[in-house]
């Protein structure tokens, strides 16, 4: 299959053209020479468009991630030479289960009376039902998508169905480049907040097994359920996992620290602070230091801002923040399990010279390069910072560990001054350590006399 496509690109080529659609819109917004041009040339189909927004209110997430999928089912029937249809979920639809084998599991309600639902139903009242249409789904994602895959299995067993779904989506470990990355989406954004000096304290079990998969592995098994999908012609719709944790586990305590790590010795420019992020588990102390270390520093920016007659930003600005972090904590809070006996499969029947093209073995990935690799990649292809400004950032840098320096030393100086005015204990133990030290010194010169004479 993989000969057959190659020697058809030059075709394929000057048949096919970009084409502009809508998910929202009827017949997905193309135009009837779309449709017609689609009809005659279309082998294989990869749909990955939906909302990623985990806040997404209900409404548009079921119109964009189970109607649009709908519409992809009717529009793919058109086609002549459909061979196969890989739709793209995620790892997380059935979160509610902490061991997920590769099947769709039924839906709490069908999708159709959600679609029933949303027609007459308000935004007000939607909202207030919305967690109780979810049940344990912690968000409107997760839960379309779990809708999207019983659609596909009901209304789509007449096409040739395969589903991928991979875990937290990271940036690339070989291709195109390692580390590339050009968004701000899953770890991406957290890692640049971490890197600024912003994030300091993430809600999330430090033990637990950080999911996040390279783009690079999900695009490959996607090309490969493809072909496995047109030349075996499975009678069932098969599930593939692109999942990190079960072959090669690696920890979000782990993380921090090679985060925290890789930003010192190559910090992005204008950093708010020197990186220090830790995963907190414990309720209290997660309140604590996003007090101490997040909001109190804020509102002391602003109030300087407003001094100098600038704008205010750092509180909305961690404001921000914190809700990113909000939807995230489940995923950090939680381990999951998922089987991967079709991802084995497949990849027993690529020969040895697809499987280096095609790679999806993740037994040979260095996690702390790759992590090194993912902060450099936000630093170059996100924020768009050239190497050669790293001397000015690692001064920054050296300024800023200057600055917490000096401010710690005049908070402790400051505290045991008022120790010692108010306690009489700490005034008795302040005299018996300067005695002590004044002890030292003496005992120090007594012992370097003897030596000399």
Known sequence: MFDRLRTERPYFATQLRPVCGDMLLPNLGLSASDCQMLKQNVHVVFHSAATIRFDEPLRVAVEMNVVAVRKMLV???????????????????????PYIEETVYPPP??????????EWM?????????????????????????LAEHLLVTEGSDLPIAIVR??????????????????????????????????????GESKASADIVPVDIPVNIMITVAWYTAIAKPKNILIYHATTGGAKPFTWGDISDVVNKSFKHTPLEGCFR???????????????????SHLFPAYICDIAFRLMGKRPRMVRLYH???????????????????????????????????????YFDLHPLHWPTYIENYCLGAKKYVLNEDVSGLPAARAHMRKLQIIRWVFNSAVAIILWR???????????????????????VQYFRITSTMHKS
């Open 75 to 97: 529009l793919c029937r058109t086609f002549r030479h459909l061979e196969a249809l890989v739709h793209v979920s995620t790892a997380y639809a059935n979160c509610d289960r």
């Open 109 to 118: 309600v069908e999708p159709q009376k959600i679609i029933d639902v949303l």
């Open 122 to 146: 308000d935004d007000e009242i939607l909202e207030l039902f919305t967690p109780k249409l979810m049940g344990e789904k912690p968000n409107t994602y997760t839960y379309t998508k779990q």
């Open 166 to 203: 991979p875990s937290i989506v990271g940036a690339a470990w070989k291709e195109p480049f390692p580390g590339w990355i050009d968004n701000y989406n899953g770890p991406s954004g957290i890692y640049i907040a971490a890197g600024r000096g912003l994030l300091r304290s993430m809600k």
């Open 274 to 292: 020197r990186p220090n992020v830790a995963i907190v588990s414990n309720n209290f102390l997660h309140e604590y230091w996003t007090c101490v």
């Open 320 to 358: 921000k923040l914190h809700r990113s972090i909000d939807c995230l904590k489940f995923f950090t809070l939680n381990e999951w399990h998922w089987a991967n006996s079709n991802q084995y499969m497949l990849r027993q029947q690529l020969s040895q010279a697809d499987q280096k093209i095609f």
């Open 418 to 440: 008022v120790l010692i005015a108010k306690s009489q204990f700490a005034r008795n133990l302040w005299f018996f350590i300067v005695g002590l030290v004044f002890k030292f």
